[in-house]
């Protein structure tokens, strides 16, 4: 599919809302595309896989997932905004850290890792356990690289993964972290499917997004998602949506669960 190959990486321009380019409404752009476009084509991909190409609004890549746009990937260059100095306050990191701590596991996974600044501090908090950091940029993995020779850590690899591949062992990962990323997944539908197969059975997905129906919550449109949509896109992949847990200020924590047997 040639979009899998179209993926480009920006200058890095932020995640926080900015005025006019937050106007756009991608249901209602997707409609307006499909009303136009109602070919045979168009509505076989969306049958067979779910994907709609139609325009690009000034953050996304033009291509609809199940009604939602997805966005461009966050550059490398903003890798000093992931690590901003506010960034513990205004998410309340330390409570999803707490979190995940007691979630435990041997083989936990942070997909879209970028400079690492979950998987350090959990590889810290894991007795015996190790991290796997995958992201698709071979920028961010040095990044990750050199924190994690700093730190003298031994129990976080870096993996560089595909767009639609994470590229982790099978069966084998108790908890997957995703924090501000998949909504820039370029292949979502594919990405899941190689997370449900990654995680042994009742294993759990941590999926944390901006939270979408909130307007108060100053970050860009497709850098956010609805819990509704979330869970649309997540159990389709077969994975079982436990519980969404609000206790970050702008962010929702939501849980699935792989079945067992
Ligand atoms: C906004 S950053 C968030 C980084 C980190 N999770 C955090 O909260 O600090 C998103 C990261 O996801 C990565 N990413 C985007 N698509 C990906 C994919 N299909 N697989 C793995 N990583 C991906 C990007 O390269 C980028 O490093």
Same mark, same amino acid.
């Given at each position: 599919?040639?979009?899998?190959?179209?993926?480009?990486?920006?200058?890095?321009?932020?995640?926080?809302?900015?005025?006019?380019?937050?106007?756009?409404?991608?249901?209602? *752009? $997707?409609?307006?595309?499909?009303?136009?476009?109602?070919?045979?084509?168009?509505?076989?991909?969306?049958?067979?896989?779910?994907?709609? &190409?139609?325009?690009?609004? #000034? &953050?996304?890549?033009?291509?609809?997932? @199940?009604?939602?746009? #997805?966005?461009?990937?966050?550059?490398?260059?903003?890798?000093?905004?992931?690590?901003?100095?506010?960034?513990?306050? +205004?998410?309340?990191?330390?409570?999803?850290?707490?979190?995940?701590?007691?979630?435990?596991?041997?083989?936990?996974?942070?997909?879209? *890792?970028?400079?690492?600044? /979950?998987?350090?501090?959990?590889?810290?908090?894991? &007795?015996?356990? @190790?991290?796997?950091?995958?992201?698709?940029? =071979?920028?961010?993995? &040095?990044?990750?690289?050199?924190?994690?020779?700093?730190?003298?850590?031994?129990?976080?690899?870096?993996? $560089?993964?595909?767009?639609?591949?994470?590229?982790?062992?099978?069966?084998?990962?108790?908890?997957?972290?995703?924090?501000?990323?998949?909504?820039?997944?370029?292949?979502?539908? +594919?990405?899941?499917?190689? #997370?449900?197969?990654?995680? @042994? =059975?009742?294993? @759990?997905?941590?999926?944390?997004?901006?939270?979408?129906?909130? =307007?108060?919550?100053?970050?860009?449109? $497709?850098?956010?998602?609805?819990?509704?949509?979330?869970?649309?896109?997540?159990?389709?992949?077969?994975?079982?949506? *436990?519980?969404?847990?609000? /206790?970050?200020?702008?962010?929702?924590?939501? #849980?699935?669960?792989?079945? *067992?047997?």
């Amino acid at each position: 599919m040639a979009f899998l190959l179209a993926l480009t990486l920006p200058a890095f321009t932020g995640c926080t809302s900015s005025g006019s380019s937050e106007s756009h409404d991608a249901l209602s *752009v $997707l409609s307006a595309a499909m009303a136009e476009s109602r070919s045979s084509a168009a509505l076989a991909s969306l049958e067979t896989t779910g994907y709609v &190409d139609g325009p690009s609004t #000034i &953050d996304g890549i033009g291509r609809y997932y @199940r009604g939602r746009e #997805i966005s461009h990937v966050m550059g490398h260059l903003g890798a000093g905004w992931l690590e901003r100095p506010t960034r513990e306050q +205004e998410e309340r990191t330390d409570l999803l850290l707490d979190f995940l701590t007691g979630l435990g596991g041997t083989t936990v996974a942070d997909i879209g *890792v970028g400079t690492g600044y /979950f998987a350090l501090p959990w590889a810290r908090r894991l &007795d015996g356990g @190790r991290v796997l950091g995958v992201d698709i940029q =071979p920028e961010m993995l &040095d990044i990750l690289a050199s924190r994690v020779a700093e730190e003298g850590l031994t129990n976080v690899e870096g993996v $560089l993964g595909r767009i639609d591949d994470p590229r982790l062992p099978q069966g084998e990962v108790d908890v997957v972290l995703i924090v501000d990323a998949y909504h820039e997944f370029s292949a979502p539908r +594919e990405m899941l499917a190689g #997370i449900e197969q990654a995680l @042994r =059975p009742g294993g @759990r997905l941590v999926l944390v997004e901006y939270r979408g129906e909130d =307007p108060l919550v100053p970050i860009k449109e $497709l850098h956010k998602m609805t819990e509704e949509q979330a869970i649309t896109e997540v159990e389709l992949a077969g994975l079982e949506w *436990v519980v969404t847990e609000d /206790f970050l200020p702008q962010q929702h924590v939501m #849980i699935f669960e792989k079945p *067992v047997g």
